[in-house]
């Protein structure tokens, strides 16, 4: 039987169009705010992406980079922003150049303005099972769980970071799955991903993730983004993998465009919140 595909570009569209639909209900076109220090080419191109992408759906996203910025002038400009009542969202672009802790720096954005949901607040209700606004790629493959009918199984996730292990492992609970997390000192990580119906993979590095370590019935999600002679590609071996499992998700074209998309949703639905609140 031939291996099925989870694409994420009919998912993230079909929530592009929810998401027009709901910023036509506003009667006000949201707002995010992007902050950037330095020239790093991959965080200008994920920026780019999102003034992009945001346009198209209705949403006006705004760069404001710096070569450089002092801790205590960015802390000032986040408290400008987070009493804006015309900005809805705010990011602060990686990496951050030497000196900056981003979890402390996050920490200082409201919980209902933190479109990438790694503050402190938010991230606490995700624990509790109280989700509000929550980290767009653990959004993104829960987004392919759902559409593709993978319900309350077991799930392996390679990860642990604040960004994708940590909070999507709650998020799976917080749904009923059954969730083993593995990280970089697990003894024989094949071991819990061959028992997992659902592998989540997202240790950046190409190729991790091979044949061996599923088997017949697995259905793997790529979080990877790497760039390998000019491609990108993720972190299973797809061409090994997909000759050994039920599902895989590509890369590009999986988890991607709907993370993309997730941090507008996150967009829309701060300004709800904020529209609600006055």
């Known amino acids: 039987m031939a291996v099925r595909i989870l694409s994420g570009e009919e998912i993230a569209e079909k929530k592009a169009n929810d998401l027009r639909a709901r910023i036509e209900n506003l009667g006000l076109e949201p707002s995010l705010k992007l902050i950037q220090i330095g020239n790093d080419e991959a965080a200008s191109i994920y920026a780019r992406a999102k003034i992009r992408r945001g346009k198209k759906i209705g949403i006006d996203v705004d760069l404001e980079r710096y070569d450089e ?8 400009r986040i408290k400008d922003i987070a009493a804006d009542p015309t900005i809805n969202g705010l990011m602060i672009e990686n990496p951050l150049p030497k000196g900056f802790d981003y979890y402390e720096i996050v920490k200082e954005i409201p919980y209902y303005k933190d479109v990438d949901a790694l503050s402190p607040y938010n991230q606490g209700l995700i624990a509790l099972n109280r989700e509000f606004l929550v980290p767009a790629t653990p959004r993104a493959v829960i ?7 993978y319900h309350e199984t077991t799930v392996t996730v390679i990860n642990r970071s604040p960004v994708v292990g940590r909070p999507l492992s709650m998020m799976l609970l917080n749904r ?6 593995c990280h970089s000192k697990t003894q024989n990580i094949a071991a819990y991903t061959k028992n997992a119906k659902v592998v989540v993979v997202a ?8 044949g061996s370590m599923v088997s017949g019935d697995s259905v793997v999600v790529d979080v990877g983004i790497n760039y390998v002679n000019d491609r990108v590609v993720g972190d299973a071996d797809f061409e090994d993998v997909s000759k050994h499992v039920e599902a895989v998700t590509p890369v590009p074209g999986g988890v991607g465009p709907i993370t993309a998309t997730n941090i507008l949703e996150n967009v829309v639905r701060a300004a709800e919140f904020q529209k609600m609140m006055k």
């Open 143 to 149: 987004d392919i769980l759902d559409h593709y009918g």
């Open 176 to 181: 009923n799955y059954t969730v083993s997390v």
């Open 69 to 76: 910025i002092s801790v205590s002038d960015l802390l000032r």
């Open 203 to 210: 240790v950046g590095r190409p190729g991790f993730l091979n």
